[in-house]
């Protein structure tokens, strides 16, 4: 069974940094794309990051370009994302997405980690 | 960037009635070279992460329901419920994933029953 937990959320001042991380199990890990899709409180998703299977092709949303880095470690089963000078306006639920082999649809989804920025 | 766009923003069907949400592309999604839309169709109940129910525009993911159908291309994509159900209620997106630099979601539509 595919299972995707993400952990490193919390409430954060802005200006600070945090790194979220999920753990993949279930799944050739090394084998897929992965990413990360947030959706703030009340809102739609919105597209933040993803990865490819061997880190050699890495996307942003404009939104977060230059402040947020993804990365992945095959040997950990593991996809983090290190967020930098965060804003109010990325407070939201993150959540971890395995894409497919075929194409980058999202065939799998944790249940997210909640980020809020606050002083 | 792609825009999606969903129509309508909510929608009040009765139980056993169809359901249609649409979503417009701003550019064709259609990859040429293998004739398949880069279009998926995604539910997400209150509470819980989206799930995946239809992608290539009109394939089934495993396990979903046969009420649940896509359809169109190019810019143009329809997603049918042909008879709701209670547990159907939820909000719906669709995501493009043609551009490869900028996945994009519909601001997703609302289901509820009437």
């Known amino acids: 069974e595919v299972q995707l937990v993400e952990s490193g959320g919390g409430l954060v001042q802005p200006g600070r940094s945090l790194r979220l991380s999920c753990a993949a199990s279930?799944?050739?890990?090394?084998?897929?794309?992965m990413h990360w899709v947030r959706q703030a409180p009340g809102k739609g998703l919105e597209w933040v990051s993803g990865i490819s299977w061997n880190s050699g092709s890495i996307g942003y949303a404009d939104s977060v370009k230059g402040r947020f880095t993804i990365s992945r470690d095959n040997a950990k089963n593991s996809l983090y994302l290190q967020m930098n000078s965060l804003r109010a306006e990325d407070m939201a639920l993150y959540y971890c997405a395995k894409a497919e082999l075929s194409g980058d649809y999202f065939d799998y989804w944790g249940q997210g980690t909640l980020v809020t920025v606050s002083s | 960037d792609i825009v999606m766009t969903q129509s309508p923003d909510s929608l009040a069907v009765s139980l056993g009635e169809r359901a249609t949400i649409n979503c417009k592309s701003s550019q064709s999604v259609l990859y040429s070279s293998n004739n398949k839309n880069y279009l998926a169709w995604y539910q997400q109940k209150p509470g819980q992460p989206p799930k995946l129910l239809i992608y290539w525009a009109s394939t089934r993911e495993s396990g979903v329901p046969d009420r649940f159908s896509g359809s169109g291309s190019g810019t143009d994509f329809t997603l049918t419920i042909s008879s709701l159900q209670a547990e159907d209620v939820a909000v719906y997106y669709c995501?493009?994933?043609?551009?490869?630099?900028?996945?994009?979601f519909g601001q997703g539509t609302k289901l509820e029953i009437k």
């Open positions: 995501q493009q994933y043609y551009s490869t630099s900028m996945y994009t």
């Open positions: 279930g799944f050739t890990f090394d084998d897929y794309a």
